[in-house]
């Protein structure tokens, strides 16, 4: 059954339904969340809110075969704020607390930890395309540009991520 086929069976009342859409997206959209803020315990309770309130907003949804952008869109606007709280624009940053460790897990790596290093917006794009697995256009529809300039984007920080990664393997750090 296709996400659209469970978006209407939601919709026409079956609630329990939604438990399928949980179960497939759910993942995603810790590990979206995870990658945007480099926190594991926020990007679960991220997720988790995120569900929550495409449950509630289901209705407002568009086109239901597009669920899983319309979600990862969801996932990122909860990131951003929780990232707006962790650091108000008030709190120099010398007075600012340290980022929480958290021991590596399965998934973690070089390349996530590099990731981390970039700025939000190329985070953002490169999570929505090759976590959320969106397509150009989804992104473009979600984020409320052009596909061209998704592209660009993508390119670019596909661009800052090699050089990161050409940086870690001259100086070492990379295995």
């Given at each position: 059954m ?5 978006v209407r069976?939601?919709l026409a009342?079956?609630?329990d339904a939604?438990a399928?859409?949980?179960q497939?997206h759910q993942?995603?959209a810790?590990a979206?969340a ?25 209705d ?5 075969a597009?669920f899983a952008?319309?979600l990862?869109g969801?996932?990122r606007n909860k990131?951003?704020?929780?990232l707006?709280g962790r ?6 940053l ?6 929480s460790v958290?021991p590596?897990e399965?998934?973690?790596g070089p390349v996530?930890?590099?990731l981390?290093?970039?700025p939000l917006k190329?985070r953002?794009m490169?999570v929505?395309?090759?976590v ?6 989804e992104?473009a529809?979600?984020?409320g540009?052009t596909?061209?300039?998704v ?6 920080a596909r661009?800052?991520?090699?050089e ?12």
């Open positions: 296709t996400d659209a086929q469970v069976q939601v009342g079956n609630a939604y399928l859409l949980v497939r993942r995603t810790v979206a995870h990658h945007l803020t480099g926190d594991r315990e926020a990007a679960r309770d991220i997720a988790q809110d995120a569900l929550v309130d495409a449950w509630r907003g289901l407002g949804l568009r086109d239901p597009k952008g319309w990862l969801i996932v990131c951003r704020a929780f707006r650091l108000p624009d008030d709190v120099p010398d007075d600012a607390p340290a980022p958290n590596p399965p998934g973690d996530t930890e590099l981390r290093k970039l190329d953002e490169l929505a395309r090759y959320g697995e969106l397509s150009y256009a992104i529809r979600h984020m540009m596909v061209n300039n592209r660009v984007r993508c390119c670019r661009g800052r991520l090699r990161l990664l050409a940086e870690a393997d001259e100086a070492g750090e990379r295995t």
